[in-house]
């Protein structure tokens, strides 16, 4: 038993030091200043704060526990070269602080862990979740009679082969699914081209089709929305109720599977008051989502390599 403990333990402090290292190469490829203004205390820089901040997330835990087990934590520590461990509030403060526009550069940068030129995508899908915002606990709203839970509506297009997010958008407001496509579809365009988009029948719009076809040039498979068995105009609409692409559209649930990991990992709780800090809350989980997944990439590798080389050993 303690020799499985043991393991164990070994196994969560090399999983710990390689997302660490990871982090830290996004993090400097943003080129954020090292101190935030010129009266900076500068005992930790931006680049361990905000590193510290994803691991945060990557472990799913609250400021006070984390902190606390950072300071148990020797080898992060040097990874991170913090001689102090810093509280838990100059956390909160410096996410707070730090504009959701280096988020996005960070989640940018992750992108770079998996492609390395510029050939396009297959086939990229599209959907949308929500994730509950709220800061009060279930005793106090039943108590009370107040419920103060609602939900920002988040989408996100993902690589079907890579299992990369490659885009997203978040709203405060429940709103349509095509809206978000809109804004959705020209951002992770511009960030890596597709030469293919999947959406469920939620999405199912001729402009939306004629965005996909005609500005983008890539092709669009959505199931359309009938009534009474009649479908209404459009020529791209008419086009897929005659001829419709079953094999690609099946990658769409990728898409779905990308939403459950990043609930189950990383929760789908956002714990700030703020709509901008709870942004910021979903830029990391996009973040720290595309690190796991290169981490499990880069796992999987590793072991198939051992493999091969053990097997090679064997037949000499």
Known sequence: MCSKSKETIKKSASRNIRFIRAAISIVKAIRITPYSCKYSKRIYTQ???????????????????????????????????????????????????????????????????????????????????????????????????????????????????????????????????????VRLLRQCHKIRRSECYVMDRGYDSEAIHRQIREDLHADSIIPIRSWNNIVVGGIYRQEMALHFDDARYRRRQLVENKFSVLKRKFSGDLKARRFSVQLKEIATKMIICNIHTFLQFLVIEVFYRAEIFENSIEMV
């Open 47 to 181: 680049y361990q704060l905000l590193v510290l901040i994803l691991f945060k997330d990557y472990r799913n835990q609250h400021y006070r526990d984390f902190i606390e087990d950072v300071e148990d934590m020797e080898s992060v520590q040097e990874e991170l070269d913090l001689s102090v461990v810093p509280h838990f509030t100059t956390l909160q403060k410096f996410f707070c602080r730090i504009k959701t526009l280096y988020l996005r550069y960070a989640f940018r940068k992750t992108l770079n862990l998996f492609y390395f030129n510029d050939d396009p995508i297959p086939i990229t899908a599209i959907d949308s979740s929500g994730f509950t915002s709220g800061y009060s606990s279930h005793y106090y709203s039943a108590r009370t009679g107040k419920i103060r839970k609602h939900f920002l509506k988040t989408s996100i297009s993902v690589d079907t082969d890579q299992k990369v997010i490659t885009g997203f958008i978040a709203s405060k407001s429940r709103v349509h699914d095509t809206r978000h496509a």
